[in-house]
């Protein structure tokens, strides 16, 4: 679902900046493939430069493919990580909850340890 998301956003987004940049004639993105080329390279963060939006318009766009887009790749990667590694959120959540668990239990000795060390000063 993400990956749809991505690329329709880029679609729509390469649409909307041709469209307006075909009438600048500073335009650097002329053909659909220049407009989806910029839009892929922008949602990646690569950022070439070698097509960029001129108008206002187009730089609007590029600024809402920046913001969703970076969004959009950051799950599509984090998806593809818990997949390389096998994790899953509550292998996760399992992990954390045992790691919390040993450290209060670590916790607890200590305190076992200073009450003890209390007691056998009373007895004293």
């Known amino acids: 679902m993400t990956a749809f998301v991505a690329i329709v956003l880029m679609s729509i987004t390469s649409v909307v ?3 307006a940049e075909t009438r600048s004639v500073d335009a650097n993105i ?3 493939g220049d407009a989806f080329w910029w839009a892929f390279v922008t949602v990646t963060t690569v950022g070439y430069g070698d097509h960029y939006p001129v108008t206002g318009l187009g730089r609007l766009m590029a600024m809402i493919l ?3 887009g970076v969004g ?3 799950v599509l990667t984090s998806y593809l990580s818990a ?3 096998g994790t899953t959120d509550t292998e996760a959540d399992t ?3 045992t790691v919390q668990l040993e450290a209060d239990m670590a916790h607890l000795k200590k305190e076992m340890v200073a009450i003890k060390e209390m007691l056998q000063e009373l007895k004293e």
């Open 30 to 32: 002329a053909t659909g």
């Open 17 to 19: 900046v041709l469209q």
């Open 95 to 97: 992990y954390m909850e």
């Open 83 to 85: 997949t390389f590694l």
């Open 66 to 68: 920046m913001v969703v």
């Open 72 to 74: 959009i790749f950051g």
